[in-house]
């Protein structure tokens, strides 16, 4: 009788999990109205904007200064620091040029 089951159970396979909720990167609902009352009084986002003024050669330069400032983070990542741990140990010149060959 236990034959019975056994052989059902090497036969099951499992579904795929369906994904539930909102793809990742995809906006909600207030975030998506918020970008499209930004951009349709004139079109243009804030970086767009921001970048009209650093590359227009008729502005101030110390306002294309400030809007290229601004601008930046949103479009170059920082740099972020990385911290390099490395054993020092003495090694002479004579062993170092032995590990050479």
Request: glycine fraction near 4%; hydrophobic fraction near 35%.
């Amino acid at each position: 009788m236990s034959d019975q089951w056994d052989d059902d159970y090497d036969s099951f396979e499992e579904e795929p999990k369906k994904k539930r909720g909102r793809p990742k990167g995809s906006f909600n609902k207030a975030s998506q109205a918020q970008i499209d009352r930004v951009c349709a009084d004139g079109g243009l986002s804030p970086l767009e904007y921001l970048a009209s003024i650093y590359q227009n050669d008729a502005e101030d330069i110390r306002y294309r200064i400030d809007a290229a400032k601004a601008a930046a983070p949103y479009v170059h990542a920082r740099l972020s620091s990385t911290e390099i741990k490395a054993a020092l140990t003495e090694v002479t010149q004579e062993e170092w040029l032995e590990s050479l060959s």
